[in-house]
């Protein structure tokens, strides 16, 4: 699938630092140590709909720690997939009496051009649930070969996977069976379908059903994927068998994040999948998720058609930690637009305090669990005293103007 053409990214002076993140498995904060290339999986929309902040905000964290990877000399091998099928994708064409694939094709458009103008560097390889299929198919005929997995004796085809296969299954999101089982059935699972051998198995495959989409699955039937092992397949067959970053926002903690995993390790017997998994906060409106069924969606490109420069609306984002869930509100908007005139006239200074010191700054800054806050504050330090004439070093503005590009995507 086609990606999104990237921004430039000057070059800084040597000096960037490891990367440390918090990984939900371990619940804390432990630097990264990527091979390279660093290899980062992150999970990306469905397109029903249009990207909103949350999926923003989420974007701009892992592009934070793409943009840190490569500071410190590593390359970057950046996977992100699109659920281009699925059954809120269906659910919501058939409500708008539209085609699912025009619906996904111009929501994954729609979606690309945002991350371009918020200046996203692009995954290396961006791709696609439908195009993934002979290679999900595959596997999941592996896995039920090796009586890991199950097909339900309903007569519908559906295959499922034995959770019980997956002896640390639980690891990485740490929650009660009792907590397992109410996300599982909130977030897409079907603890209740009759026939499986544990509430908690979920879907591989979906056996065809009259009216809906479906493709050749050799010994499997016909039919489409599963959601979990959409991802753990695309990651492995791009990434291989362990990867740096497992990626995505916090309502993938469970159960998305948790059965890529079980079925990744499953599949390559190696533990863990992810040597860190991310997971950025959610973003609110009035005091509730913004979330589809709510209805209280604020999307980019509705921001960008009013007129919002994309880098006020990633400071916005930035201002507070990446894991934090909080609230989409017009003071906050403010705030970035505010903040972005401030240092655009400051980087139009003849002269500002040390550049390099404000660059050791936000790197340490971002390297400790991309803390934006801290870097945000420094670089307003940087600014307020370049305004005020009291900095003497004529290359500051212009350091400081590629720091801001390289590491915090903040150009133009
Ligand atoms: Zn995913």
Not at 24 to 45: K, L, N, Q, W
Request: one cysteine or more; charged letters at 25%.
């Amino acid at each position: 699938m086609k990606s999104w053409p990237p921004p430039e990214v000057p070059p800084l002076p040597p000096g960037g630092r490891t990367l440390a993140l918090f990984d939900s498995a371990r619940d804390g904060v432990h630097p990264t140590a990527p091979e390279d290339p660093a290899r980062m999986y992150v999970c990306g929309i469905t397109p029903y709909d249009a990207a909103h902040l949350g999926h923003a905000a989420t974007m701009i964290t892992f592009d934070l720690i793409n943009r840190l990877w490569r500071d410190a000399g590593y390359r970057v091998d950046y996977v992100q997939n699109v659920t281009d099928i699925d059954d809120p994708l269906l659910e919501r064409a058939a409500r708008d009496h539209e085609d699912w694939v025009v619906l996904a094709m111009r929501e994954t458009a729609l979606f690309r051009e945002d991350m371009a103008a918020l200046r996203i560097l692009p995954p290396t390889h961006y791709v696609g649930a439908v195009e993934s299929i002979p290679d999900i198919v595959a596997r999941v005929a592996r896995l039920l070969g090796d009586g890991v997995a199950y097909r339900l004796d309903d007569g519908t085809g559906d295959v499922y996977f034995d959770v019980s296969a997956a002896p640390r299954f639980g690891y990485e999101s740490h929650l009660t069976r009792t907590r397992m089982v109410e996300l599982f059935a909130e977030r897409g699972g079907d603890p209740d379908r009759a026939g499986k051998r544990d509430p908690l198995d979920p879907l591989l495959w979906r056996g065809v059903r009259d009216g809906e989409p479906s493709w050749p699955g050799a010994d499997l039937g016909p039919g489409r994927p599963g959601w979990h092992i959409e991802c753990a397949v695309i990651a492995l067959e791009l990434l291989g068998d362990r990867i740096d970053v497992q990626g995505g926002g916090n309502d993938l903690v469970f159960p998305h994040h948790e059965m890529s995993a079980a079925h990744a390790e499953v599949l390559t017997g190696h533990w863990p999948f992810a040597g860190h998994y991310v997971h950025a906060g959610m973003i609110g409106l009035a005091g509730e998720k913004m979330s589809k069924s709510k209805g209280n969606l604020v999307f980019a490109s509705r921001l960008r058609a009013d007129g919002v420069d994309p880098m006020a609306l990633r400071l916005a984002l930035l201002a507070d930690h990446y894991r934090t869930d909080r609230q989409w509100t017009d003071d906050l908007l403010k705030a970035g637009q505010e903040r972005l005139a401030r240092w655009r006239a400051a980087l139009g200074a003849p002269a500002g305090p040390d550049g390099a010191a404000l660059l050791a700054a936000v790197r340490e800054r971002l390297a400790d669990d991309l803390d934006s806050p801290g870097a945000l504050r420094s670089v307003d330090a940087w600014a307020e005293a370049a305004l005020s004439g009291e900095g003497t070093d004529p290359g500051a503005p212009a350091l400081v103007a590629d720091t801001l590009d390289a590491l915090l995507g903040i150009g133009g």
